[in-house]
């Protein structure tokens, strides 16, 4: 079979809308040795009296919606039965080494949604399509269906452990939904206006925080509420058909604008460049004009910081004021700026023309990245064996040595980690002898402070 992907997971589910659901299928041709012997297995599930009328259709249960597209070759294509992937909604979730809570879902196209009242009770799985909706064999009555994604309808989610991640042409330790060359573009552009790469990635991991880096982002509470996807919604203010994108609260754009006289202000730069309202270096023009006139000390600070932390800071108390700014999610969206600051501060000086970067310390950052967020991992830690620890190129004790750092250390960590033969290795920070080292410890031996 070919390599399986998100990308090929979302396809075949959304090739299954409007299909049965039968308990305890993956994707069999419905017929009379089938439903008898389901029947048999699963009497309960059994009870209706419309199962002969759907005799030769593909069928699935919620589950059997991952494994009908695992073992099968196409989306009509018999499936052939594996048993090391033969897994509950609660074995997926079990089985995935990237996953968390739903209030940390980045909305990457081809992860598994479920629902249940713990992670050792999941009830059931979807397959987030990546535009706004969730494909999953929902029951007996609705069958294979697409429903508008909620993120109060659901409690976790997770990477698919036997499914490539292929939504990213650079995957990062951030789930990022936009593209390798949209990312960097962003970077580029605000480095040229700002100069300063701890203020652009202090406002870039607000940024993603908001809208995961996507110009045409609506809010997705209100592709629900208007029943529109990102497109559509983006589409009808473009043509006009859609009048009311400065009066309807939605969040929309890479700074999620909501506000009617920042939304009205957008629309009209929008107009004024003959560009989509869902252009993103329209949207990166306003930003910054919208900055310049308005937020003046924002962006004075911006240009001048010192750390992520304070131009995340900044960014989130006196720009985007969320409801919640309190202290999880200033580590959790400086974590986000570190990331490209990581990533991209190294490269800064050919941004643009006379820029150069603002870090005078000597880097060595990890190649490998990491997989994993848990924000209940943030902080700072201190190395405790009295021989030290040993920060590495990934995680793993295979893994190249960056740096010995001796015992009492302090590091950072921003909540990223990668499990390695069940053990969480932390994608630490540290400057030790002048030295920035970005890179993984294994966390039995770190101590949180």
């Not at 419905?30 to 048999?40: D, H, M, T």
């Not at 995957?171 to 962003?186: F, G, H, M, N, R």
């Not at 999620?256 to 957008?266: D, P």
């Amino acid at each position: 079979m070919a390599t399986k992907t998100n990308a090929g997971l979302v396809a075949y589910a959304k090739a299954q809308v409007g299909l049965p659901y039968w308990y305890g299928t993956y994707g069999q041709t419905a017929n009379a040795s089938l439903l008898s012997a389901k029947k048999k297995q699963y009497p309960d599930y059994y009870t209706a009296d419309d199962f002969k009328s759907q005799y030769g259709k593909r069928v699935h249960d919620c589950s059997g919606l991952i494994k009908g597209y695992l073992w099968s070759d196409s989306a009509t294509s018999t499936p052939t039965y594996k048993s090391s992937q033969d897994k509950s909604a609660t074995g997926l979730y079990t089985a995935a080494t990237m996953k968390d809570k739903i209030s940390t879902f980045p909305k990457t196209a081809g992860l598994l949604v479920f629902r249940g009242t713990s992670t050792s009770n999941i009830t059931h799985v979807g397959v987030y399509g990546g535009d706004g909706y969730v494909y999953e064999a929902k029951n007996h009555a609705s069958g294979v269906c697409k429903t508008a994604y909620k993120q109060s309808d659901w409690n976790y989610w997770a990477q698919c452990s036997y499914i490539t991640d292929d939504t990213a042409a650079d995957v990062t330790s951030l789930a990022v939904q936009t593209t390798a060359a949209d990312e960097k573009t962003i970077w580029d552009y605000l480095y040229g206006k700002i100069g300063n790469a701890y203020g652009v990635a202090g406002l870039m991991g607000n940024l993603y925080a908001e809208s995961a880096l996507i110009a045409n982002n609506l809010e997705n509470t209100y592709n629900t509420k208007l029943d529109m996807t990102d497109k559509e919604y983006t589409d009808a203010v473009d043509s006009g058909s859609y009048t009311a994108f400065s009066s309807d609260s939605a969040g929309y754009g890479l700074a999620q604008w909501t506000y009617s006289t920042r939304k009205k202000a957008l629309l009209e730069y929008a107009v004024a460049q003959k560009a989509s309202v869902g252009s993103l270096s329209m949207q990166l023009a306003f930003l910054y004009k919208e900055m310049s006139e308005s937020y003046g000390a924002v962006l004075d600070t911006l240009k001048n910081a010192t750390s992520v932390l304070q131009a995340s800071n900044i960014v989130l108390t006196k720009y985007e004021i969320p409801a919640d700014t309190g202290t999880s999610v200033q580590t959790k969206r400086a974590g986000y700026g570190q990331t490209y600051y990581d990533k991209y501060a190294g490269i800064s000086s050919s941004a643009s023309s006379g820029s150069t970067s603002t870090s005078t310390v000597t880097e060595k950052t990890a190649t490998d990245p990491a997989k994993s967020f848990s924000e209940s991992l943030a902080g700072t830690y201190k190395v405790s064996p009295s021989s030290g620890v040993n920060v590495r190129n990934g995680a793993g004790t295979g893994k190249s040595i960056l740096v010995a750092l001796p015992k009492d250390t302090k590091v950072q960590n921003y909540g990223y980690y990668t499990s390695a033969s069940g053990v969480k290795w932390l994608y630490i920070q540290v400057t030790y002898n002048n030295i920035k080292y970005t890179g993984f410890c294994c966390g039995t031996y770190l101590k949180k402070q």
